[in-house]
């Protein structure tokens, strides 16, 4: 009988041991967890501090700004576009699938130029394309008779053109400020045929708005 209590002592100390062990393995665990989002979440804010402090240097984002406004140098342009930005609009970068801010945006409302606000393209004319991005089948003033209408300016691409898959691309700026915009196939839906497929960080949203102020819903019929 001593024998067995021995055991049963020995046992209740080492499973003691091991919840303790445990616990204090659990409780540092969320130590760390909670740090990490802590810091994680204090890198987003400054994050968000940069772009908001970048944005409000560029007037583009709260319109269209007057011709004698838009910068001609990259020095210009690097004082008022975030790095992303001057990276794919002024250098024709191109940011990841799936990863800009509009790839999936079902807001309804008017796409205008990062670089000088020009309006480019319409909610109504978005579609989802499964590529990864904001993909439109017309641009803003698109017409019956001509479906590329001529804010969107057309140049031959041969960037990639000894790649397989690729070859010679059709590049789309803003005609405006000559911003890179991305690439126009002819992959898309009626009526056009066409898919712009555009950078989300080379354009901006402005959502439809009521006189109430409240947002409207747009008919988003003619989206695919």
Not at 22 to 41: D, E, N
Not at 43 to 70: F, H, L
Not at 79 to 84: G, H, N
Not at 100 to 128: A, D, M, Q, V
Request: net charge positive; aromatic share 8%.
């Amino acid at each position: 009988m001593r024998m067995l209590f021995t055991i049963d002592q020995e046992s209740r100390y080492l499973i003691t041991g091991v919840a303790g062990v445990v616990l204090r393995a659990a409780v540092v665990f969320l130590l760390l967890t909670c740090g990490s989002l802590t810091m994680a979440k204090q890198n987003n804010q400054n994050r968000g501090d940069r772009m908001d402090e970048t944005s409000n240097k560029n007037p583009a984002v709260k319109g269209r700004i007057p011709d004698s406004e838009i910068p001609k140098t990259n020095v210009e342009w690097r004082k008022r576009l975030t790095p992303e930005q001057f990276e794919i609009a002024r250098r024709k970068g191109t940011e990841r699938a799936f990863s800009g801010t509009y790839w999936n945006t079902k807001t309804p409302g008017t796409y205008r130029c990062i670089c000088c606000g020009e309006p480019l393209f319409r909610s109504g004319e978005k579609f989802e394309s499964g590529c990864g991005w904001p993909s439109f089948y017309a641009p803003i003033d698109a017409k019956k008779e001509d479906t590329k209408g001529n804010v969107v300016a057309e140049h031959e691409d041969r960037s990639l053109a000894g790649i397989a898959g690729f070859g010679i691309r059709t590049e789309v700026t803003c005609r405006r400020c000559g911003a890179h915009l991305g690439h126009v196939f002819n992959d898309g839906p009626p009526p056009t045929g066409l898919r712009y497929c555009i950078n989300s960080a080379s354009i901006i949203l402005d959502p439809k708005v009521q006189s109430n102020g409240s947002k409207d819903e747009e008919d988003t019929s003619k989206s695919r």
